[in-house]
């Protein structure tokens, strides 16, 4: 086997679980470097205010792949261009344990079997029905970035100028604070990471993470596209005297920023009426906001 598993067992009303750590994720290559098994006592919740809520007391540690990315909320009330707007951001971290972990604790066999995604905050205010997490990180929380981003080596170019993107590392983590609660059709499973030692030499398989597929609920949440106003010219480089690829109608949307370029243009894709892919460069400009 791959990995060694024994997690979460339920051993008697009051929920005491025992979870052993995992080897190298099943995400990424099977790496030499996976800790010894080490057994982690924890005790699992239930609000009296809210049962499908939970929590358990104690941290675990478990194999996976941890993502950071660029969260971008749009806040302006009237259309606005991509040149002009001044949006809401925050970096955010999720990870996504071996494929193989099933925590039976944090849902019953009706709702969630395996653990696709972790939601990672910082701080959580306990509350009668539903806790408040703290999630993310401000562009201007300097020592506070450096430390969320010290797993990845190295960061992509623009990361942080650009705030934009995201990355992801294979790492050993170890969480605590881990709840569960259902909002609407979902449950989900948010936790604080305690620490998170990169696991060299191993290849992150991203068609392997749950948000990285098309359609997915809350998947690919650094994905930002826009819409055109009007005609407008696609060009080959960050440049108006640049070869133009093709002229994109008005009211074309579901175009995508791969990357910033410079203070005024972008590379984008978008899909055409015929159906191709079409990438290159327009002027941040020319792109209004989709609220």
């Known amino acids: 086997m791959n990995c060694v598993t024994k997690l979460l067992q339920v051993l008697c009303w009051g929920w005491v679980v025992t979870a052993c750590s995992l080897q190298s ?3 990424a290559r099977a ?9 982690i006592a924890l005790t699992v919740v239930q609000k009296s205010d809210n049962p499908a809520f939970r929590y ?5 540690q478990l194999s996976g792949v941890l993502l950071a990315y660029w969260e971008t909320v749009y806040v302006e009330a009237e259309p606005v261009t991509l040149a002009d707007a001044k949006p809401w951001q925050r970096l955010q971290l999720r990870f ?3 494929p193989s972990m099933v925590l039976t604790s944090l849902a019953s066999s009706a709702d969630v079997r395996n653990l696709q995604r972790i939601f990672l905050y910082r701080e959580r205010l306990a509350a009668p029905v539903l806790d408040e997490l703290e999630m993310g990180y401000a562009p201007d929380e300097s020592a506070a970035l450096a430390e969320a981003l010290a797993p990845f080596k190295p960061l992509p170019a623009g990361f942080l100028q650009h705030r934009e993107g995201y990355i992801v590392q294979p790492v050993q983590a170890r969480l605590d604070g881990l709840v569960s609660f259902v909002e609407g059709d979902h449950r989900f499973v948010y936790g604080r990471l305690i620490s998170a030692d990169p696991v060299a030499g191993n290849q992150v398989d991203l068609s392997a993470l749950a948000d990285f597929q098309p359609d997915t609920y809350l998947g690919q949440p650094w994905r930002l596209t826009y819409q055109l106003q009007q005609q407008t010219p696609l060009h080959s480089a960050p440049d108006h005297g640049s070869r133009v690829i093709s002229e994109v109608p008005a009211g074309t949307s579901e ?37």
Do not use: C, M, R
């Open 25 to 27: 994720g099943t995400s």
């Open 31 to 39: 790496d030499d470097n996976a800790i010894a098994e080490q057994k």
């Open 56 to 60: 358990l007391n104690g941290d675990i």
């Open 96 to 98: 996504y344990p071996n």
């Open 255 to 291: 175009i995508e920023k791969l990357h910033t370029v410079s203070a005024g243009w972008v590379k984008v894709q978008f899909t055409d009426a015929q159906g191709q892919t079409q990438a290159g460069y327009l002027p941040k400009a020319s792109l209004w906001i989709i609220n």
